[in-house]
């Protein structure tokens, strides 16, 4: 089993930033697709940003340019790096992790089509901009 335990998020104003974080109790395997879901009150679950063991890095079009992932293997930690925060970007994080794959898959369509991709998922960090 896997444990992900998030922190980072709080409330900011319009242009601010904010560094999420996604720490893992372990690693099983080398393979791994790591990624960043959101969710506003009202809304369906969304795709923000992946990346995965084979170095390939996606992003959402509503936040390219203004975030960036990445993961440090030695602290079994994602990151989630957000600038230039919009009101829009108000929502519930949640980071997502896949031990089976070496690729990820497209995580941008419907998310009831993607969740079953991701064998662990974390409780969920709030993010807050006001205009």
């Known amino acids: 089993q896997v444990h992900l335990v998030e922190s980072g998020g709080g409330s900011v104003q319009a242009g601010g930033a904010l560094k999420l974080s996604c720490e893992a109790s372990r690693y099983p395997s080398n393979v791994y697709c790591m990624a960043w879901f959101r969710q506003a009150p009202g809304k369906e679950r969304e795709g923000v940003a992946s990346i995965d063991s084979g170095a390939k890095i996606t992003y959402a079009t509503s936040v390219q340019g203004r975030f960036t992932v990445s993961q440090d293997s030695v602290k079994r930690t994602l990151y989630l790096q957000m600038s230039d925060l919009k009101p829009d970007d108000t929502a519930m994080y949640y980071c997502?992790?896949?031990?089976?794959?070496?690729?990820?898959?497209?995580?941008?369509?419907?998310?009831?089509?993607?969740?079953?991709?991701?064998?662990?998922y974390g409780q969920g960090t709030q993010v807050t901009v006001s205009p």
């Open positions: 997502a992790y896949d031990f089976t794959n070496f690729r990820c898959p497209p995580i941008y369509n419907d998310f009831v089509h993607v969740r079953r991709y991701f064998g662990y």
